[in-house]
């Protein structure tokens, strides 16, 4: 069998893996893993607009629209107009999404330490490099 074609199925396996792993341990925080990624971006970069996610989640602009939607609907995010262009939305957290992300980092599982577990540290900087390489390919 083609090496592309097994190296691609175990690349999709591992990502789908990845997400219903940390889908499973937001659970109980009533999070998906896409919305805790929307948590932990808006802690970071508080103020900034739905197209600044969609750029940093690689969603499409109407899909992080709905997440940020959603997000607010259960009073998770604030939404205002811009002062400057009331056509652009500045997104924050709320004190109720400040404090699920406090919980969020207090309870999360890290598995990143167990994805990489028994790969040395010089051998994850060369997967970091290929990683970002194959995403970069993909953009192309």
């Known amino acids: 069998m083609d090496i592309s074609y097994i190296l691609t199925r175990k690349i999709q396996q591992l990502s789908h893996r990845i997400v219903l792993r940390r889908n499973k341990d937001l659970k109980s925080m009533g999070l998906t893993a896409e919305q805790a990624d929307t948590l932990l971006f808006f802690h970071a970069h508080s103020g900034s607009s739905a197209s600044d996610l969609r750029c940093s989640l690689g969603v499409t602009h109407q899909a992080a629209r709905a997440l940020v939607q959603r ?51 010089d051998d994850r900087e060369k997967l970091l490099a290929m990683i970002s390489q194959a995403l970069d390919n993909m953009e192309k």
Do not use: W
């Not at 998770?76 to 699920?100: F, N, Q």
């Open 71 to 121: 997000m607010a609907d259960k009073g998770l995010l604030c939404v205002t107009p811009s002062p400057r262009d009331a056509r652009y939305k500045l997104i924050a957290l709320t004190a109720e999404g400040e404090e699920l992300y406090e919980t969020m980092q207090r309870n999360c599982t890290n598995f990143g330490d167990r994805l990489l577990e028994h790969i040395p540290a």
